[in-house]
């Protein structure tokens, strides 16, 4: 009889361990297909009026609020051929100061926009040319590869929208997309001059089509990988393609610069 005992112990035993091995693997085929069915967060896409988008975009340009940044530059041109370099890029209200570096640390090239000139520094040719703003794509692009005004104005602003007071704007609402027009108004004709899109979840620009006074896209601008910067937001990916040239910055280091650090000796020299 106490053979017997033990042996029915034994067995009693048995059942317990095979129930409990299969209550773990229940609990964790649960959690499991509970973790592949968790739904994911959906993005709200929001609406908002032409008057609605102009006086978000004032608010979000700051006067005097410059930009200090790193940024890797890229550009194919169908004469220069490919360029790889790092470029420092320093801005204000009304200043751009960009300097492009050598694989040594050495200074490639300094451009100075200032409206209504530039001035462009070539330390390898002892160079300084200077010329009238609206020459910067002839006179600097045969020097440097570097892209149209309207890249750098875009970059300047932080990716903002700015509209004229002599432009008349218009608005298209998409699924996905704003599309916001600026027409010239010449001679009583409208004249397109920019088609913007704003994607529809914090009203960040996307991609810039430019025009010229025949109607013909002359140049598109692509602004991406926007994140925080302090109490702003900037796009770290820029593209630009004008003329068959095709310019890439991808910045890895921006902050805003304040009138208050302006005065204490951050201001372009």
Not at 14 to 32: E, I, K, M, N, Q
Not at 41 to 65: C, M
Not at 164 to 186: C, N, Q, R
């Amino acid at each position: 009889m106490r053979v017997l005992t033990k042996l029915n112990k034994g067995t009693a035993r048995r059942p317990d361990r095979s129930a409990l091995l299969w209550v773990l693997v229940v609990v964790f085929l649960s959690a499991g297909c509970t973790k592949q069915i968790r739904p994911t967060q959906t993005i709200v896409k929001k609406d908002a009026s032409l008057e609605n988008l102009l006086n978000l975009y004032q608010n979000r340009l700051e006067p005097g609020i410059g930009i200090k940044a790193v940024m890797e530059v890229k550009t194919q041109h169908p004469r220069q051929g490919g360029h790889t370099f790092l470029a420092s890029w320093h801005s204000r209200q009304d200043t751009i100061k960009i300097r492009g570096f050598n694989l040594f640390g050495g200074t490639l090239f300094e451009l100075q926009i200032k409206d209504p000139t530039f001035l462009l520094t070539l330390p390898s040719e002892n160079k300084r040319l200077e010329a009238p703003l609206n020459e910067l794509d002839q006179v600097a692009g045969g020097k440097i590869p570097f892209g149209s005004l309207e890249l750098l104005e875009w970059v300047k602003r932080g990716g903002v929208p700015v509209v004229p007071p002599s432009t008349l704007p218009a608005l298209e609402k998409g699924d996905d997309f704003f599309i916001l027009y600026l027409f010239t108004v010449e001679q009583g004709r409208a004249r397109l001059e920019e088609k913007i899109w704003i994607e529809r979840t914090r009203f960040w620009t996307k991609k810039v089509e430019l025009f010229d006074h025949t109607g013909r896209q002359r140049g598109v601008i692509l602004l991406d990988d926007h994140r925080r910067v302090g109490k702003r937001h900037f796009p770290f990916s820029v593209r630009g393609n004008t003329g068959g040239e095709t310019v890439s910055l991808d910045f890895r280091e921006v902050s805003w610069i304040t009138p208050l650090q302006d005065e204490q000796g951050e201001s372009l020299r």
